[in-house]
Protein backbone atom coordinates (compact mmCIF):
# COMPACT_ATOMS: atom_id res chain seq x y z
CA UNK A 1 0.00 0.00 0.00
CA UNK A 2 1.65 3.33 -0.83
CA UNK A 3 0.04 6.84 0.24
CA UNK A 4 1.89 10.10 -1.23
CA UNK A 5 0.85 12.98 1.09
CA UNK A 6 1.48 16.36 -0.25
CA UNK A 7 1.24 20.09 1.41
CA UNK A 8 2.32 23.73 1.08
CA UNK A 9 -0.27 24.73 -1.10
CA UNK A 10 -1.48 28.11 -0.63
CA UNK A 11 -2.88 32.29 -1.42
CA UNK A 12 0.16 33.92 -2.70
CA UNK A 13 0.23 37.58 -4.63
CA UNK A 14 1.72 37.36 -8.08
CA UNK A 15 5.55 37.06 -7.94
CA UNK A 16 5.10 35.55 -4.67
CA UNK A 17 7.03 31.97 -4.16
CA UNK A 18 5.78 28.59 -2.71
CA UNK A 19 7.76 25.30 -1.54
CA UNK A 20 5.18 22.29 -2.27
CA UNK A 21 6.20 18.71 -0.11
CA UNK A 22 5.36 15.78 -1.29
CA UNK A 23 6.34 12.13 1.04
CA UNK A 24 5.49 8.52 -0.24
CA UNK A 25 5.12 6.01 2.60
CA UNK A 26 7.68 3.99 0.92
CA UNK A 27 11.16 4.58 0.39
CA UNK A 28 11.12 2.91 -3.24
CA UNK A 29 10.24 5.15 -5.88
CA UNK A 30 12.50 5.63 -8.51
CA UNK A 31 10.62 9.33 -10.44
CA UNK A 32 9.07 11.52 -8.23
CA UNK A 33 7.18 14.61 -9.84
CA UNK A 34 4.70 17.39 -9.56
CA UNK A 35 1.53 17.52 -11.88
CA UNK A 36 -1.01 20.68 -12.21
CA UNK A 37 -4.78 20.81 -13.56
CA UNK A 38 -6.80 23.99 -13.75
CA UNK A 39 -10.21 23.86 -14.23
CA UNK A 40 -11.19 23.58 -17.76
CA UNK A 41 -7.52 22.38 -18.35
CA UNK A 42 -6.08 19.51 -18.88
CA UNK A 43 -3.66 17.57 -16.53
CA UNK A 44 0.23 18.56 -17.11
CA UNK A 45 3.03 17.51 -16.46
CA UNK A 46 5.23 20.12 -14.27
CA UNK A 47 8.30 18.51 -13.53
CA UNK A 48 9.71 15.55 -12.38
CA UNK A 49 13.46 14.18 -10.97
CA UNK A 50 14.62 10.60 -11.94
CA UNK A 51 16.49 8.51 -9.03
CA UNK A 52 19.66 10.03 -11.00
CA UNK A 53 18.92 13.13 -9.94
CA UNK A 54 18.34 14.32 -14.49
CA UNK A 55 14.91 16.58 -14.04
CA UNK A 56 12.36 18.02 -16.93
CA UNK A 57 10.70 20.76 -16.56
CA UNK A 58 7.46 21.92 -18.61
CA UNK A 59 8.60 25.18 -20.93
CA UNK A 60 6.35 27.28 -18.67
CA UNK A 61 8.06 27.19 -15.47
CA UNK A 62 12.01 26.82 -16.54
CA UNK A 63 13.93 28.81 -14.84
CA UNK A 64 11.11 29.77 -11.99
CA UNK A 65 10.37 26.31 -10.64
CA UNK A 66 12.86 23.43 -9.14
CA UNK A 67 12.35 20.10 -8.29
CA UNK A 68 14.36 18.40 -5.80
CA UNK A 69 14.42 15.29 -3.70
CA UNK A 70 15.27 15.59 -0.13
CA UNK A 71 17.56 13.37 1.92
CA UNK A 72 14.53 10.59 2.22
CA UNK A 73 14.50 9.08 -1.23
CA UNK A 74 10.96 8.62 -0.66
CA UNK A 75 10.44 12.53 -0.59
CA UNK A 76 10.41 15.61 -3.25
CA UNK A 77 10.10 19.24 -3.07
CA UNK A 78 8.89 21.55 -6.00
CA UNK A 79 10.24 25.49 -5.21
CA UNK A 80 8.00 27.80 -7.23
CA UNK A 81 9.54 31.44 -7.62
CA UNK A 82 8.52 34.08 -9.21
CA UNK A 83 4.50 32.90 -9.87
CA UNK A 84 1.89 34.27 -11.98
CA UNK A 85 -1.77 33.57 -11.96
CA UNK A 86 -1.07 31.35 -14.82
CA UNK A 87 0.17 28.45 -12.50
CA UNK A 88 -3.08 28.60 -10.66
CA UNK A 89 -4.38 24.81 -9.61
CA UNK A 90 -4.37 21.50 -7.94
CA UNK A 91 -1.25 20.07 -8.34
CA UNK A 92 -0.72 16.45 -7.57
CA UNK A 93 2.38 14.36 -6.47
CA UNK A 94 3.38 11.70 -8.93
CA UNK A 95 5.75 8.61 -8.23
CA UNK A 96 6.87 5.39 -9.74
CA UNK A 97 9.09 2.50 -8.93
CA UNK A 98 10.62 2.18 -12.47
CA UNK A 99 8.72 3.66 -15.88
CA UNK A 100 7.07 0.61 -16.40
CA UNK A 101 5.47 0.39 -12.86
CA UNK A 102 2.51 1.60 -11.89
CA UNK A 103 1.76 5.51 -11.14
CA UNK A 104 1.23 7.04 -7.53
CA UNK A 105 -0.91 9.42 -6.67
CA UNK A 106 -1.22 12.39 -4.31
CA UNK A 107 -4.22 13.95 -2.92
CA UNK A 108 -3.51 16.96 -4.71
CA UNK A 109 -2.63 20.70 -3.21
CA UNK A 110 -4.23 23.76 -4.06
CA UNK A 111 -1.64 26.68 -5.50
CA UNK A 112 -3.72 30.05 -6.11
CA UNK A 113 -1.58 32.94 -7.66
CA UNK A 114 -3.74 36.22 -7.12
CA UNK A 115 -2.72 39.69 -9.44
Known amino acids: QVQLVESGGGLVLAGGSLRLSCSAS??????MGWYRQAPGKQRELVAKITGGANTYYADSVKGRFTISRGNAKNTVYLQMNRLKPDDTGTYYCNAQRDTAGPNYWGQGTQVTVSS
Open 26 to 31: TSDMTI
